[in-house]
């Protein structure tokens, strides 16, 4: 079993940058596939990017946040991350890491799932 806790969302002006960090615990972290998801109000959970098991691995992105958001990985840090650039009001939601042994989209393939981490970007 692993454990997940994200952190760095807040409030952003359209435009801005955040980078949201999960942390993880428990299992090797090394083992498992990542990937970020993301919940708006009155909205299904979407997907939004993942990555292979090792760091420097291949992602693939949403085309929604493909050329402004960038998942990466330090194994030797337990840590997951998302850069998100050039922010849009459409990008608000809670943003969810999860772990899995396949880098896949779909979310019913992941096992773990931390508790989420708001992000807001007003206009």
């Known amino acids: 079993q692993v454990q997940l806790v994200e952190s760095g969302g807040g409030l952003v002006q359209a435009g801005g940058s955040l980078r949201l960090s999960c942390a993880a615990s428990?299992?090797?972290?090394?083992?498992?596939?990542m990937g970020w998801f993301r919940q708006a109000p009155g909205k299904e959970r979407e997907f939004v990017a993942t990555?292979?098991?090792?760091?420097?691995?291949?992602?693939y992105y949403a085309d929604s946040v493909k050329g402004r958001f960038t998942i990466s990985r330090d194994n030797a840090k337990n840590t997951l991350y998302l850069q998100m650039n050039s922010l849009k009001p459409e990008d608000t939601a809670v943003y969810y890491c999860?772990?899995?042994?396949?880098?896949?989209?779909?979310?019913?393939?992941?096992?773990?799932w931390g508790q989420g981490t708001q992000v807001t970007v007003s206009s």
């Open positions: 999860a772990a899995s042994y396949r880098a896949v989209p779909d979310g019913r393939q992941y096992d773990y």
């Open positions: 428990g299992r090797t972290f090394s083992s498992y596939a």
């Open positions: 990555i292979t098991l090792r760091s420097g691995g291949n992602t």
